[in-house]
């Protein structure tokens, strides 16, 4: 008859125990740490600064838009390939902010609100990653409007991470007219 010694028992129960404050550990460990990394990794909130759509005619000294050419080099940013391969009838003008304060970098697109109520909402956020990613190439963030001043979506980045971290927002109309954020 085998009669276990007091040590054999103790063995699985010291494992169990290491084991258990490994994992209290851990989580501890992840409860500290996950909301700070969190917190630095965080999109800021697209700018909630008015849609200045008189730039377009009487540009300032800052202010880029699609009428905008730089006599010496590229004017940044870019958005004119876009504009004539692709978006020439929806994408009609952009107003280019640069950073200013606490205001990052951003581009208005102005869009042909017609052509827009056509597209089908993955037309839509395709269009939004598009021009998005052409203008976070440069360190702007997007917000995309209609001339009503309407805003439609937006493209927002934290450039302070590498990659930049960038989230889609739009907004779309249901069947009764009501806006809803996604």
């Given amino acids: 008859m085998h009669i276990p010694k007091l040590c054999d028992a103790c063995g699985g129960l010291r494992q169990r125990q290491i084991s258990f404050s490994l994992l209290v550990s851990i989580t501890l460990t992840a409860l500290l ?19 200045e759509l008189d730039l377009l005619t009487k540009p300032k000294d800052y202010i880029i ?13 870019s958005l004119w390939w876009a504009q004539q391969n692709s978006e ?9 902010y640069p950073t200013s304060g606490k205001e990052p970098a951003r581009v208005d697109l102005i869009v042909n609100q017609q052509i827009w109520s056509l597209l089908e909402y993955v037309e839509r956020y395709d269009f939004v990653n598009r021009l998005g990613s052409a203008a976070r190439n440069f360190g702007y963030n997007v917000r995309v409007f209609n001339y009503q001043k309407e805003p439609l979506a937006t493209y927002t980045c934290n450039f302070s991470t590498s990659p930049a971290l960038c989230s889609i927002q739009t907004t779309i109309n249901n069947k009764i007219g009501l806006q809803r954020s996604f």
């Fill in 65 to 77: 838009t699609a009428t905008t050419i730089h006599p010496e080099r590229l004017t940044v940013p």
């Fill in 88 to 96: 020439k009838k929806l994408l009609d003008n952009w107003i280019a």
């Fill in 33 to 51: 740490v996950l909301p700070t990394l969190a917190q630095t990794r965080s999109i800021p909130s697209p700018s909630s600064a008015p849609l």
